[in-house]
C-alpha cells in the first residue's frame, strides 16, 4: 500500500505537522486528522523510482536497448545469446527475437 503524507492545516498534535499514513490507492484523501480530528490537507511528496542503471540492468529486467550506429544500422547493447550485435534495416535476420524476453 502507499504511504501518503499529510499536513495539518492549523496547530499540529502528537503527530506533529506533517505526518504519513498507508492507505489504498483507492481510498479518499483524509480531510481531518485521524488523531486530533484537525483539518489536514496531502501533500505532494517525492515518489521512489529504481530506474534500471546499466544494460545488464536493463537485459536482466527482459527489456532490449538498440543504439544507432550508423544509418539504418543498430548495436543490441543487451543482447542475449543467438542475437545479432548489429540490427540493420531490411535484414529480418538481425531482429532480436523478443520471444525470448515477452512473457505473459
Do not use: W
Request: glycine fraction near 6%.
Amino acid at each position: 500500500m502507499p504511504i501518503y503524507d499529510y499536513e495539518h492545516l492549523n496547530e499540529p498534535c502528537s503527530l506533529g505537522k506533517t505526518f504519513e499514513i498507508k492507505q489504498s490507492i483507492n481510498e479518499e484523501s483524509l480531510t481531518q486528522c485521524p488523531q486530533c480530528h484537525g483539518p489536514v490537507r496531502k501533500r505532494i511528496s517525492r515518489i521512489n523510482l529504481s530506474l534500471p542503471k546499466s544494460n545488464t540492468d536493463l537485459k536482466d529486467l527482459g527489456f532490449t536497448k538498440l543504439v544507432k550506429r550508423d544509418d539504418g544500422v543498430y548495436e543490441n547493447v543487451t543482447r542475449r545469446e543467438g542475437d545479432s550485435r548489429y540490427m540493420e534495416a531490411g535484414n529480418p535476420e538481425t531482429i532480436p527475437n523478443f520471444s525470448k524476453t515477452i512473457r505473459d
